[in-house]
C-alpha cells in the first residue's frame, strides 16, 4: 500500500510570511493526524481529525495555526504569520480508525521541514 | 499531564556493543509503543505493549512494559550500525486515540 505522501519536502520562509503543507494519507484511514517536531525533541500532536471532523486541536496555537480535512481525506496545515520558533518538522500520521491506539497503529509520512528565517 | 521522559539524550556505542534505553514516566499508561526513526524520515513503529510487565521480542530488541504501565525499556543486543537512529517512546492519550512522545534517544553505533 502507499504510504502517507507530504509535500513540500522542504519549506524556507521569512517570519511573519504565511506557509501552507499538504498531506494525503494512506487510503482508506479515517484517523489523520499532524504532529510538531522541533529539533532535539519527540513529535507534538498539534490537531487530530476523525475523517473530517476534529477530535482534539487542544494543542494547535490557534491564533496563527489553521488546519482542515474537507472531504475526509486529504489534509492542509497552514501557518500565518510564521515565527522564527515554528521551525520545525511537520509530520502527518493517519491510522485505519479512531479506536485505541493499540491495534491501531498510526503511519506517517516523512514531514516537511519548516525553516523561518 | 502525562508527559515521558526518555534516557540518556545521547548514546553513542561500538558496533557489537549491548545498550538499554529508558522510558518513564508518573502517570499510568493503557499501552507504550515504541518508534525508530531515521533522518529525513517520519517514525516507524516497533513494538506495541499492553500488558503490565510484558516482555517482547523483536530479533535482538528487547521490548518490557513496567508492571505499574508506567515506564518500559529498549534493549539492544549486539548493536549493528543499522540500528542507529532516534528511539522515541510514546503513549496513548487519556481518550485512547493519539499518542503523546517522549524527547527521544539518539543512538549512533559506529564500526
Known amino acids: 500500500e502507499a504510504g502517507v505522501a507530504q509535500s513540500p519536502r522542504y519549506k524556507i520562509i521569512e517570519k511573519r510570511q504565511s506557509v501552507a503543507f499538504w498531506c494525503n494519507p494512506i487510503?482508506?484511514?479515517?484517523?489523520l493526524y499532524w504532529y510538531q517536531q522541533i529539533l532535539g525533541q519527540g513529535p507534538k500532536l498539534l490537531i487530530q481529525?476523525?475523517?473530517?471532523?476534529?477530535?482534539?486541536d487542544s494543542q494547535l496555537p490557534k491564533d496563527r495555526f489553521s488546519a482542515e480535512r474537507l472531504k475526509g481525506v486529504d489534509s492542509t496545515l497552514k501557518i500565518q504569520p510564521a515565527k522564527l520558533e515554528d521551525s520545525a518538522v511537520y509530520l502527518c500520521?493517519?491510522?485505519?480508525?479512531?479506536?485505541?491506539?493499540?491495534?491501531?497503529?498510526?503511519?506517517f509520512g516523512n514531514g516537511t521541514r519548516l525553516t523561518v528565517t | 499531564t502525562q508527559l515521558l521522559k526518555q534516557s540518556p539524550q545521547f548514546l553513542s556505542i561500538q558496533e557489537g556493543e549491548n545498550l538499554t534505553v529508558y522510558c518513564n514516566s508518573s502517570s499510568v499508561f493503557s499501552s507504550l509503543q515504541w518508534y525508530r526513526q531515521e533522518p529525513g524520515e517520519g517514525p516507524v513503529l516497533l513494538v506495541t505493549?499492553?500488558?503490565?510487565?510484558e516482555v517482547k521480542k523483536l530479533k535482538r530488541l528487547t521490548f518490557q512494559f513496567g508492571d505499574a504501565r508506567k515506564d518500559s525499556s529498549l534493549h539492544i543486543t549486539a548493536a549493528q550500525t543499522g540500528d542507529t537512529g532516534l528511539y522515541l517512546c510514546a503513549g496513548a492519550n487519556q481518550a485512547g486515540t493519539a499518542l503523546i512522545f517522549g524527547k527521544g534517544t539518539t543512538l549512533s553505533v559506529s564500526s
Open positions: 500520521a493517519s491510522s485505519p480508525t479512531g479506536q485505541q491506539i493499540y491495534n491501531s497503529p498510526l503511519h
Open positions: 505493549v499492553v500488558t503490565g510487565g
Open positions: 487510503s482508506g484511514h479515517a484517523t
Open positions: 481529525f476523525q475523517n473530517n471532523g476534529v477530535v482534539d
